[in-house]
């Protein structure tokens, strides 16, 4: 029970993670709300199937096309319908809620109500501390793992994750210093779309599609960058995974309440925001941002 509950937590709360660390780095660094987020998950997904069910394609190959499309169109919709208007919070909320609508009912026409599987990567098993693991498990902690340090290093050790990090720290200082604002707000864009396509890609095999998937993981991750403080990756991630492991054992503690994983999840998200407020890693002063 314990092993089930910890390694299928760890693959819940990876993919949890990189969400909300891409939902927490367009708030960070463009100070704005993007309802638009998941739905970037729900096509990098869609687009696993397409191609690879429809189109005949490798799965593998066929990822990838749907990670570079996916993260072509997270960049477009930003440069033509937010970046205009990112100052006015209340704008870019109704803008990208309206993206966010477009994009399911655009699925619901392709590919109508009828749910759909992507096909798998790997199959088979593994047997580890005497619980089974699907090899695709293991796969999508493996590609969480190398995409987590892979942000952790351009955000720590390159030049760019630098200017990102000035960037969210303060725009108008960073402007001045010589940064193009404007850039790195992109950049940060097309990353945080990539960040959400990576991860319906990898678990698009274990769920059933269907156009409305992007609705529920909107809620986790807002709730999730909420409890680990708005704009920390650091709480974002640690966050995640206290969400991820909050549902799984719900799910196996209670099998047949397992539909309540989602609001037991924000219930523990409540009574920790009672004692901490601002969140489990909140900032008080802009620069501690990021």
């Not at 993919?15 to 463009?30: D, K, P, R």
């Not at 655009?106 to 693991?133: E, N």
């Not at 909050?246 to 999840?265: H, R, W």
Request: glycine content about 10%.
């Amino acid at each position: 029970m314990l092993e089930g509950i910890l390694i299928n937590g760890l693959v819940r709360g990876g993919i949890y993670a990189l969400l909300a660390i891409g939902f927490s780095l367009i708030f960070g660094v463009a100070r704005m709300i993007n309802l638009a987020f998941t739905s970037f998950y729900m096509l990098g997904a869609y687009g696993l199937y397409f191609f690879a069910t429809r189109m005949g394609l490798n799965p593998v190959l066929a990822a990838l096309i749907s990670l570079i499309l996916t993260a072509i169109i997270g960049l477009a919709t930003y440069k033509i319908f937010i970046d205009r208007v990112r100052e006015h919070h209340v704008t870019v909320m109704l803008i990208t809620m309206a993206l966010a609508l477009i994009f399911q009912e655009s699925m619901l026409l392709a590919f109508k109500g009828t749910y759909r599987a992507a096909p798998s990567f790997l199959t088979g098993y593994a047997t580890i501390i005497g619980v089974r693991v699907l090899y695709q498990h293991l796969l999508i902690f493996g590609v969480v793992l190398v995409v987590l340090l892979g942000v952790w290093y351009l955000l720590s050790k390159t030049r760019l994750g630098i200017a990102i990090r000035a960037v969210a720290q303060d725009s108008e200082i960073a402007n001045l210093m010589g940064i193009n604002v404007s850039r790195i707000l992109t950049i940060t864009m097309a990353i945080a779309s990539t960040l959400a396509a990576i991860a319906g890609v990898i678990v698009a095999p274990t769920l059933v599609l269907e156009p409305y998937m992007w609705t529920h993981p909107l809620v986790m991750i807002m709730a999730i960058v909420v409890l680990g403080g708005l704009g920390s990756v650091k709480g974002s991630l640690i966050g995640a995974f206290i969400i991820g492991f909050t549902e799984t054992a719900v799910v196996f503690l209670l099998p047949t309440g397992s539909f309540l994983k989602g609001a037991i999840a924000l219930i523990v998200m409540v009574i920790i925001l009672l004692f901490r407020p601002e969140g489990l890693f909140g900032v008080v002063f802009e620069e501690e941002r990021l």
